[in-house]
């Protein structure tokens, strides 16, 4: 066998290993986008119905709360980021980590100092290799992530929010969240969102059926606020991640699909590429015999 | 006349019916809520909740806090864990 042709048959070889790897990996994230959009779809009537709560305290009551009141001189904003812990998604944890980027920009712009809190390794990689501080980070959950990492997360940002951020270097005036917002098996859009102070009307859940009913509050208004609120920002934390979760494998699908599908392409052209070096070899053995032959029998006929 | 109650927590919807009455325990003491109750809202404690189904069967649940609102018939519990 020519040394060509070796070489092509080697690069085949290698190309096919890795695509039938990334073939795995398109079939196994294929299987868990479903249990992964089966755990948005479970958690979705406990933040509706907080979501509910909320908006109906903070629209009968006049209590004046830390968490729902803006600050008149904000100072730092905290900004949690969500990406991934393994990379192979395509630019799933770049886009979530771009639109930080810009999040932070238009901070900076407002005069805030911006704090981040980091989920995912790929986001945690990206801040040390760039030497910038990182307020709190996460790792190791971001592709199953379960209610008690939600908490976590979430309480550490309550607890820089409930902090006097006029006197305390380490208290924030405001929580951003950035996630990627699971649309659809093809659409994935990596968004910032305001978590505190609260926005009362929120425009992702859908707005309750007709007017919402004059409540009682038991024991009041200001206690149910204290004890809700954390509640729905963890809530909300979780939700984010359970739906970057879901686009995250969406994603990996998507970018291991079209791997395999290029392999394929190159898996074609290579044996094309083969069967001509093969062919050309063939024609040269066969010119080489032939040529030979040729010289052999005029070699004869001339000593006759 | 029944209630329509909700049980959910964050992973899931624990329970989810018609009812006829339900107790739960909140910061201020036991309440119990039947058909036609006033727009309430209060937090739980750490406690029983039980549900009297329509059809007679009584469910017990005991939850790590929470909260729980009434309005216009309709009861949601909301709670971080259901034992």
């Known amino acids: ?304 | 006349m029944t209630l329509k109650v909700e049980l959910v927590s964050p992973a899931e919807r624990v329970w989810s019916g018609e009812a006829v009455s339900v107790s739960a325990r909140t910061v201020e003491g036991d309440i119990g809520i039947l058909t036609d109750h006033t727009p309430l809202f209060g937090v739980l404690v750490d406690g029983q909740v039980s549900i009297e189904a329509s059809d007679g069967s009584t469910t017990e649940f005991k939850v790590s806090g929470g909260f729980l609102s009434v309005a216009n018939n309709r009861v949601s519990i909301l709670t971080e864990s259901v034992g």
Do not use: C
């Open chain 1, 1 to 304: 066998m020519g040394a060509q042709l070796r070489v092509y048959r080697r690069r085949m070889r290698s190309v096919k290993a890795t695509k039938k790897i990334t073939k795995a990996m398109e079939l196994i994230s294929a299987s868990r986008i479903v249990k992964a959009q089966q755990r948005v779809a479970a958690s979705t009537p406990y933040a509706n119905e907080l979501t509910r709560a909320v908006s109906a305290v903070a629209t009968f009551s006049s209590t004046v709360h830390p968490l729902t009141t803006p600050s008149e001189n904000p100072k730092r904003a905290a900004v949690l980021i969500i990406t991934a812990d393994r990379g192979m998604a395509g630019a799933y944890s770049n886009n979530a980590i771009k639109e930080g980027e810009q999040l932070a920009a238009l901070l900076k712009e407002r005069g805030l100092a911006v704090k981040s809190y980091l989920v995912g390794r790929k986001a945690v990689g990206y801040y040390r290799f760039r030497n910038r501080e990182i307020s709190g980070q996460w790792t190791g959950f971001s592709d199953n992530p379960t209610y008690e990492d939600a908490r976590e997360v979430a309480d550490a940002l309550i607890a820089a929010f409930v902090l006097d951020a006029q006197t305390d270097v380490s208290g924030v005036d405001e929580i951003h969240v950035i996630y990627t917002e699971f649309k659809s098996m093809l659409t994935q859009n990596a968004m910032a969102k305001r978590m505190l102070p609260l926005e009362v009307v929120e425009s992702e859940t859908p707005a309750p059926v007709g007017l919402l009913p004059m409540y009682e509050f038991e024991p009041n208004a200001g206690v149910v606020l204290d004890a809700l609120l954390p509640r729905y920002i963890q809530a909300r934390v979780f939700n984010a991640m359970l739906q970057s979760a879901a686009s995250e494998h969406a994603a990996r699908r998507r970018a291991m699909k079209s791997a395999t599908d290029n392999a394929d392409d190159l898996i074609k052209s290579l044996t094309r590429l083969a069967n001509a070096a093969r062919q050309a070899e063939i024609t040269q053995e066969i010119s080489e015999i032939v040529g030979g032959a040729d010289a052999l029998a005029s070699a004869s006929s001339g000593s006759e």
